[in-house]
């Protein structure tokens, strides 16, 4: 396993479920962090739990390019390129066809795939200078496969699945290694907003999501591990 320890992590999203939690373990880890979330006040709790200073957190709502561009332009005046990032933002507009409106397919986009991007515009560069980093995305399940009620979010989901494919293709003469973690259910607010009867029970938990980004984050860097699935036992749908 490599060591996490001093290693300089970006986590997008930190507030969520899994953010959260992959920030507490990778922290245990002896990992550097970044923290980024659009809400200030659950960012500052989070930085303050785990004893992050404010200069290497940044509220940064990921549909805006200048945010994102703010940010990584701080990041990389401290270190010069981000180790690993995680994007752990996600939007979960589940709908069926007749109830989804242009702004909740619009806003899917936004969030789960063009901020993604808008990610790699900012953080790729300086990682192909160094020629090393570790780029973690969540498509999910339904980044792979369908489910009724799931068009906005899957066209968002399969959206960046193959954008992070197809950037892995331009890669391949670096050590910048990509990895698609495609997750079933997980018990995290992310189900708070969505009008549908879930076994949350059934779930994956957020802290086993979170353990398997752990994971990832300690490979050995002669492999990539380019996708991984992790999904409730009682509902493998792929
Ligand atoms: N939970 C599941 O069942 C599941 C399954 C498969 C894949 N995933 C994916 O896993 C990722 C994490 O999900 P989660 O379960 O941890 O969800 P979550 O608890 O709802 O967390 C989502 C995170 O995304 C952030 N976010 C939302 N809109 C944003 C924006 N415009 N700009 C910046 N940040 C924004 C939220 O920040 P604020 O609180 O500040 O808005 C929050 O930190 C998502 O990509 C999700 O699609 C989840």
């Known amino acids: 396993m490599e060591s996490i320890r001093d290693k300089n992590v970006l986590i997008v999203g930190a507030t969520g479920g899994i953010g959260a939690e992959t920030a507490r373990l990778l922290k245990q880890s002896g990992a550097n962090l970044f923290l980024t979330a659009r809400n200030e006040e659950k960012l500052n709790n989070l930085a303050t739990e785990l004893n992050v200073s404010s200069d290497q957190c940044f509220v940064v709502d990921v549909r805006k390019f200048e945010d994102v561009s703010i940010a990584a332009s701080s990041i990389h005046q401290k270190v010069s390129s981000i180790d690993i990032l995680i994007n752990a933002t996600g ?4 709908k069926p066809m007749e109830a989804l409106t242009e702004a909740d397919f619009m806003e899917s986009l936004q969030v789960n795939l063009v901020g993604a991007f808008y990610l790699m515009k900012c953080f790729l560069e300086p990682m192909k200078a160094k020629k090393t980093g570790l780029i ?3 498509p999910g399940v339904l980044g792979k496969t369908p489910m009724a009620g799931a068009a906005a979010y899957s066209a968002s989901k399969y959206g960046l699945n193959g954008m992070m494919k197809s950037i ?4 391949k003469r670096t050590d910048i290694r990509i990895t698609n973690i495609f997750l079933g259910g997980t018990d995290t607010p992310f189900w708070d ?3 549908l009867r879930v076994q949350k029970d059934k779930f994956v938990r957020a802290e086993e999501a979170a353990k398997s980004i752990w994971f990832l984050c300690q490979q050995p860097s002669s492999g990539v591990v380019s996708e991984m699935v992790l999904q409730p ?5 792929i």
């Not at 939007?91 to 589940?94: A, T």
């Not at 036992?233 to 749908?237: D, G, I, K």
């Open 193 to 195: 907003t969505i009008d």
């Open 91 to 94: 939007v979960g507009i589940i």
């Open 136 to 138: 973690i995305n969540l």
């Open 233 to 237: 036992f009682n509902h493998q749908a």
């Open 168 to 171: 892995r293709e331009e890669l």
